[in-house]
């Protein structure tokens, strides 16, 4: 089975950078993904890291240690709009390459 | 484009009353397919997926269940529903499970059991 770890909830200030950490422990690694989800709506995808390192999308990146069964996601330059739930999920080997998904970190972005 | 549909948006239901989700998917063949249900607060929980028509696997046990009648409709349905039912139900398809394949949700159903 799976089993993935996020902090609850964090706030940070805009324009100020913030690190999102997820441990995982999994049977099958095939890739872990971040999804980025805005309260009352569907999640949509930000990131996703199969190999060790630093994967860098504009203001956000992400960063993979296999054996270590971590990740994190980094914010930069925080704007208000980033304000969101962030999940993590990693994705098995087996058929249909299904994903399991952490209880997601609430972030909070303050003036 | 791809695009992904689920309806209704919202529904309120009472206790013992049976339960019809759709969502279809356009602009791609033989995806995967899932759904979700996530409780307030909470992540996703995987329900349901399909690699094809006809074929559907189960994540846990419940009250619910899933069908594919055709390559990119996808249907969640109960007999009778039960208060623990309420959630947002996310329907999601990816191509497969080879390198990158995130998963693209649809806009989701708000059910609210009394």
């Known amino acids: 089975g799976q089993n993935i770890d996020q902090p609850t909830e964090m706030t940070a200030t805009e324009g100020a950078i913030v690190q999102i950490n997820c441990t995982y422990q999994?049977?099958?690694?095939?890739?872990l993904f971040w999804y980025q989800q805005h309260a009352g709506e569907a999640p949509t995808f930000l990131s996703y890291?199969?190999?060790?390192g630093l994967e860098e999308k504009g203001r956000f990146s992400s960063f993979l240690s296999r054996s270590k069964g971590y990740s994190y996601l980094l914010l930069k330059e925080l704007q208000m709009k980033d304000s969101a739930s962030y999940l993590c999920?990693?994705?098995?080997?087996?058929?249909?390459?299904?994903?399991?998904f952490g209880d997601g970190t609430t972030l909070t972005v303050k003036p | 484009s791809q695009t992904i549909h689920q309806w209704p948006a919202t529904l309120v239901q009472p206790v013992g009353s049976p339960l019809s989700l759709e969502c279809t998917v356009e602009?791609?063949?033989?995806?995967?397919l899932y759904w979700y249900r996530q409780a307030a607060g909470r992540g996703l929980q995987l329900l349901f997926y399909?690699?094809?028509?006809?074929?559907i696997s189960s994540e846990v046990p419940q009250n619910l269940s899933a069908s594919r009648p055709q390559d990119r409709q996808f249907i969640l349905s109960s007999k009778k529903l039960l208060l623990s039912d309420s959630g947002f139900y996310l329907c999601?398809?990816?191509?497969?499970?080879?390198?990158?394949?995130?998963?693209?949700f649809g806009p989701g159903t708000r059910l609210t059991v009394l």
């Open positions: 999601a398809w990816s191509t497969g499970s080879g390198e990158g394949n995130e998963q693209f």
């Open positions: 999994t049977s099958g690694f095939n890739g």
């Open positions: 890291n199969v190999l060790d």
């Open positions: 999920a990693v994705r098995s080997n087996t058929n249909a390459g299904k994903s399991t």
């Open positions: 602009g791609t063949s033989n995806p995967n």
């Open positions: 399909s690699v094809g028509i006809g074929q």
